[in-house]
């Protein structure tokens, strides 16, 4: 059992904010209009229909060009160090500071969002500012692997409705982050000017995060009581002369002493991360499925959907609405809990969803036949599209740390983070594969 001051009750509203800063290629994805400006070659002047937007400088009448491929590399290189340095971050864990990879992951995202923020008024050629992009994305997604695998390896040992609301409010960073973009462009300002404000907001909301996880143990300190979280139950300690009385649902055990130095308290042995992996496999395979499926045609294909306004509401808007609903429907049942066994395969239908998207009004195409000419269809298929991966992700979360014993619950943690950035990664190499065979 692990010691929790009940100050950590706090801790939701916490995790909301550094929830939102791991969405952190979210502004790289919702600011389509700044980066096709400094990056797209050719006229792309709207018409209404082709879904491109006008440009500064449409340069030369030649048909409009994306010779960097600017999504599905943003995709690609938004999830890889994701990946790696999850990895890196579940097998080096207890070797650094719970603290010391928190703040610093959140000071590194701040000053590389700082610098994205300035770049807007640097004037340099295309192929440069891809490169330096390019590569503020990679070091960003490095640092929020570091934040959101220690994040999810802490919340590992508390109860799932601080996971529920930790991924909950990932979700609504995202909705947060769309609504910012979509205000920025019915500002009427300028691309650079509307570019500017908009990425100054994770600035802000990066930083009240450093400002509440610095705050928070000073919060902690004056609430003064304990909080034992042991897997799906809630266990109040009342501290008296470093004996522990354990209150369970009601029922009060005898005096216990804390591990300490009177050698009385049991030491649970070193959690296994094969042992630990073979009672979570079939979470860890439907996280997968799930960033898989959401990640091959989100954003590369349904971002080429429709005009100016329809991308941003039908798209970003829509999908982080939803899928902040299916996150936060997990606080009020969870199926298929008692049959783990099934969700693999019922998140696995969401594969019918991807040809659905393919065969929608994606422009440009060249071999995929249009079939749903009409937006509404569209608007269907990612309501579905988007509730299910928010209910997927949280479920199967959630649920990881209540399949194993309570000291290895952080572990679990860590793993599952693992394997959510695999997924995203196999995703984003999917999306390339899917671009090509419109």
Sequence with gaps: ????????????????????????????????????????????????????????D???????RDDFNFGN????????PLLLFTLLNSL??????????????????????????TLVRVEMPPARFFSITMASVWFINSFCAILQGSLFGQLGSFPQ????????????AGTFATTAMLLSLASGLDAQTSALSYFVTPCVGTLISIVCYLVLPYKVRRDGALVVPDGPQEEQLNQSNGN????????????????GNSGTGLVPPKPSILGVLKKIWQLALSIILVFSITLSVFPAITASVSTKFFTPVCCFLLFNIMDWLGRSATSYFSWPEKHLRLLPGVVGLRL?????????????????????????????????FSLSNGYFVSLSMCLAPK???????????????????????????LSFALKALL
């Design 161 to 172: 409705s601080y996971s529920t609301v930790f991924l909950s409010g990932q979700g609504m």
């Design 403 to 429: 399949q194993v014993q309570p000291h290895e619950s952080e572990l679990a943690g860590a793993i599952m983070t693992f394997f959510l950035a695999l997924g995203l990664s196999c995703g984003a190499g």
């Design 73 to 80: 590399w943003l995709a690609l290189l938004s999830q890889l």
């Design 244 to 259: 522990v009385v354990v209150e369970q649902r009601g029922v009060k055990c005898p005096p216990q002493k804390m591990n």
């Design 352 to 384: 019918f969803l991807v040809p659905l998207f393919l065969f929608c009004n994606v422009s440009p195409r060249a071999s995929l036949p249009l079939l749903f000419r009409q937006d509404a269809w569209f608007v269907l298929f990612m309501l579905v």
């Design 92 to 117: 080096l864990y207890p070797c650094i500071p719970d603290k010391v990879r928190i703040l610093g992951s959140l000071a590194g995202i701040l000053v590389l969002f700082v610098l994205t923020a």
């Design 58 to 64: 449409p340069g030369p009448a030649a048909p409009c």
């Design 1 to 56: 059992m692990k010691r929790v001051p009940q100050g950590m009750g706090k801790v939701p509203l916490l995790a909301s904010w550094c929830g939102g800063a791991s969405l952190t290629s979210g502004p790289f994805s919702c600011s389509p209009q700044y980066f096709q400006d400094r990056l797209i070659v050719g006229n792309c002047s709207a018409n209404g229909k082709d879904g491109n937007w006008t440009s500064q």
